[in-house]
T-cell receptor, first 117, second 112 residues
Framework: GAVVSQHPSWVICKSGTSVKIECRSL??????MFWYRQFPKQSLMLMAT?????????EQGVEKDKFLINHASLTLSTLTVTSAHPEDSSFYIC?????????????FGQGTRLTVV | SQQGEEDPQALSIQEGENATMNCSYK?????LQWYRQNSGRGLVHLIL?????REKHSGRLRVTLDTSKKSSSLLITASRAADTASYFC????????????FGTGTRLQVTL
C-alpha cells in the first residue's frame, strides 16, 4: 500500500523558535496533502489542505502566518510552526491523496509529537 | 462544529467479547471510514463504507451505515488484547475520501 512518511516523529523545542515538520509520500504522487492536529485524548482536527504548487487552504481558526505550509513537489509538504508556544504542543499528523483524486482512503503519516518548553 | 460524536467515549471489555462503537455525524456524506489509533501513534485505516452501502465486513470487523439517521456502528467480534486502541469514525463530504472530519473517538480497552 501507499506509504506516507512524516519526520520527525517527535521534537522538543524552546518557546519562540520555529519547527518544521515534513510529510512525504514515498511511492506515489500526492497533489493534495492534509494537516491535522490532535490534542491529548482528543480527536483529530483538520488544520489545512496543502495543494502542490499553490497556496494552502486553512480551516477556520487556524492562523496561516503561524502555521506555514509549503507543498513544493508532488511528494513533499512541510508544516512550519513559527514562534512556537507551549499551547502549540500537540500531535501533528499529515495525510496524502493519490493522484488523481478518487474515492480512496487517505494515507496517514505516523505523526509528529511537538513539545514546546 | 461539524465534528461527529462517538459513543461510548470509553469501553472496557474482556478478551473474547464483542465491542460495539457508534458514530453520529451532522452533514450529508459520500463515505464514512473507521480508523484505529494506538496511543500516541498514527492512524490505521480499518474500513470504508460508501453512502449507498448499508453494511460491510472485513475480518472481525462489521460496519453499518444508516444515512437516514446519520449514524454508523463498528462491531469488533471476538476481541483481543491487541485491539486495545482508540477508534475514530471519519466522514468525507467532498467525494475524495481524503478531506476528513473525525468523530470524537472511542477508547477501547480489552483485558485478558
Amino acid at each position: 500500500g501507499a506509504v506516507v512518511s512524516q519526520h520527525p516523529s517527535w521534537v522538543i523545542c524552546k518557546s519562540g523558535t520555529s519547527v518544521k515538520i515534513e510529510c512525504r509520500s514515498l511511492d506515489f504522487q500526492a497533489t493534495t496533502m492534509f494537516w491535522y492536529r490532535q490534542f491529548p485524548k482528543q480527536s483529530l482536527m483538520l488544520m489545512a489542505t496543502s495543494n502542490e504548487g499553490s497556496k494552502a487552504t486553512y480551516e477556520q481558526g487556524v492562523e496561516k502566518d503561524k502555521f506555514l505550509i509549503n507543498h513544493a513537489s508532488l511528494t513533499l509538504s512541510t508544516l512550519t510552526v513559527t514562534s512556537a508556544h507551549p499551547e502549540d504542543s500537540s500531535f501533528y499528523i499529515c495525510s496524502a491523496s493519490i493522484v488523481p483524486l478518487s474515492i480512496f482512503e487517505a494515507f496517514f503519516g505516523q505523526g509528529t509529537r511537538l513539545t514546546v518548553v | 462544529s461539524q465534528q461527529g460524536e462517538e459513543d461510548p467515549q470509553a469501553l472496557s471489555i474482556q478478551e473474547g467479547e464483542n465491542a460495539t462503537m457508534n458514530c453520529s455525524y451532522k452533514t450529508s456524506i459520500n463515505n464514512l471510514q473507521w480508523y484505529r489509533q494506538n496511543s500516541g501513534r498514527g492512524l490505521v485505516h480499518l474500513i470504508l463504507i460508501r453512502s449507498n452501502e448499508r453494511e460491510k465486513h472485513s475480518g472481525r470487523l462489521r460496519v453499518t451505515l444508516d444515512t437516514s439517521k446519520k449514524s454508523s456502528s463498528l462491531l469488533i467480534t471476538a476481541s483481543r488484547a491487541a485491539d486495545t486502541a482508540s477508534y475514530f469514525c471519519a466522514t468525507d463530504a467532498t467525494g475524495t475520501a481524503s478531506k476528513l472530519t473525525f468523530g470524537t473517538g472511542t477508547r477501547l480497552q480489552v483485558t485478558l
